[in-house]
């Protein structure tokens, strides 16, 4: 399995923006489908953006449609979640994860299907 590092949280006002960045350890960053959740205190974690082992394919929960960008470089092993626009329900601690693809365009929203997790960054946004 892949190891993932996330990096790039903070406090941030809204409206603002954050980048977060997920490391992955390995050699074969390139064969992994890569999503983005996120888990707000007292409630489920949720989806918000996943990318292909390509790059070619993405998907994003509709709350941050337009406002998130998921992207990846499989020369740094590492995949991106530019975040803009940011509103106080954005306030999570945010996951990386990974699952393994034999598909070029495989993405997934359901954090069932993923198999490695990073430890999370806390983003918090005050109105």
């Not at 809204?14 to 390995?26: D, K, V, Y």
């Not at 393994?100 to 490695?116: G, I, V």
Request: proline fraction near 2%.
């Amino acid at each position: 399995q892949v190891q993932l590092v996330e990096s790039g949280g903070g406090l941030v006002q809204a409206g603002g923006s954050l980048r977060l960045s997920c490391a992955a350890s390995g050699r074969t960053f390139s064969s992994y489908a890569m999503g983005w959740f996120r888990q707000a205190p007292g409630k489920e974690r949720e989806f918000v953006a996943a990318i292909s082992r390509s790059g070619s394919r993405t998907r994003y929960a509709d709350s941050v449609k337009g406002r998130f960008t998921i992207s990846r470089d499989n020369a740094k092993n590492t995949v991106y979640l530019q975040m803009n626009s940011l509103k106080p329900e954005d306030t999570a601690d945010y996951y990386c994860a990974a699952t393994l693809s034999r598909n070029y365009y495989y993405t997934s929203s359901s954090s069932y299907d993923y198999n490695s997790w990073g430890q999370g960054t806390q983003v918090t946004v005050s109105s």
